[in-house]
């Protein structure tokens, strides 16, 4: 007699069909695609490493701040809170596909986090110092602790890792003491012994005419990336977003957006209420150097950049729900679909406009140049995502982490009855 056991083998496992997609999530990745675009150009500019004199000498520096303090209201901080929701969302749907198909989904997670962390890595070292996406493959390592928690549990989790940041900050300005210092000192190190200082920080990169040189940048980033997320506590907000995306995947709220209208509502309303004006005084507080401390200044972070990145997520889904032409949301969902190829190839971008490898570009423009340059390579990658799209069923290196971690070959190319959209489905 045949067993009716499922068999636990990840090759029974599949990556979610173009059919089996929620659109609102694909536009959600999408909308922080572009977020973080705006958001990490003025680095890959080498704008943000420029000092004070040159910029103000620039023929935009008058616009430029006033770009600069609506940066810190809007984008700061606020689009890799809506990617972190994303992820925890994810892990649910990688779990809950395994589950129905009788195969280990976490086997399929941890394999798929591996080869992620491989790509953060290649991604840190040899292309941006920048790089994320090695923090959420560790990070996410740690989700399935939580498999089994209750609701409560992972709200209660999310509040406390979200907040402890302002704990830490707190304690170490009382104390005196500084988290990173031994970071700053191998970073310091390391400047000294390749003649780099803060008169020549903003144009290594860009003087650089051979890749040798441009690595050496990228391993002195590398540190400057690390003492960020110390100084930042980026970790602890991370996995608290991540806590957060789990319950919502749980729940499968994406899929029944009209069941959860006034939630959304209610979210929308409170953070912006809340967030907008309290996000006027974290840009003040940033762009005057703290004037309050860097505990006041956490503070500020924590309750103005989180209900705003709320309040993006649940406004955008109210706006779905409304939708009327759909061609600006398939627009939006196609670098969506291709997050991580999008998410490099920003990266490639601004390695090939800004460093003296490529065109050269970087110090020589204000912020103002530098945030148009940012939304017209989003738009690109948009655009040239929605072509690809129409005949592959997946980004390039999506097809490539795929096959990595179900340990088998797909087709890339659609077959000609896949050739429609699916955009309407869910």
Known sequence: M???????????AMPVKSSERYAILDILRGLALLGIALANFPEFSLYSFLASHTAEAMPTAPLDKAVNYLQYVFVNGKFYTIFSLLFGIGFSIIISNAAKKGADGFRIFYRRMTVLT???????????????????????MLLPLFRHASDCTLLTWAAVLLAFPVVIDTATQLAGISLSAPVVEMQQYYCEKYGINDENFAYWLRDADNYGEVFQFLIQGAL?????????NRYFKVMGLFLIG????????????????????RITLYGFTIGLPLSCVYAWSAMNGQPLGNA????????????????YVSGLCLCYLHRTDRKIYRLISAPGRMALTCYIGQSLCGMTIFYGTGF????????????????GVWLAEAMLSFIWLRYCRFGPLEWIWRML????RFGLMKQPEENRSTFAGK
Do not use: C
């Open 224 to 232: 400057v990336r690390v003492q960020e997320f110390i100084d930042g």
């Open 296 to 311: 006041f200044h956490s503070l500020l972070y924590f309750v103005s950049v989180f209900p705003m990145g709320f309040a």
């Open 2 to 12: 045949e067993s009716k056991t499922a068999t636990h083998d990840i090759g029974h």
């Open 405 to 408: 971690t179900y340990g088998k």
């Open 246 to 265: 789990f319950y919502i995947g749980r729940h499968k709220m994406y899929a029944d957006l009209k069941k959860y209208r006034t939630p959304l509502r």
């Open 360 to 375: 050269g570009l970087g110090a020589d423009m204000g912020l103002t140049y530098v945030t148009l340059i940012a939304a």
């Open 118 to 140: 491989v790509i953060g890595f290649l991604h840190l070292m040899f292309i941006w110092s920048g790089d994320i996406l090695m923090l959420y493959a560790l990070l996410g």
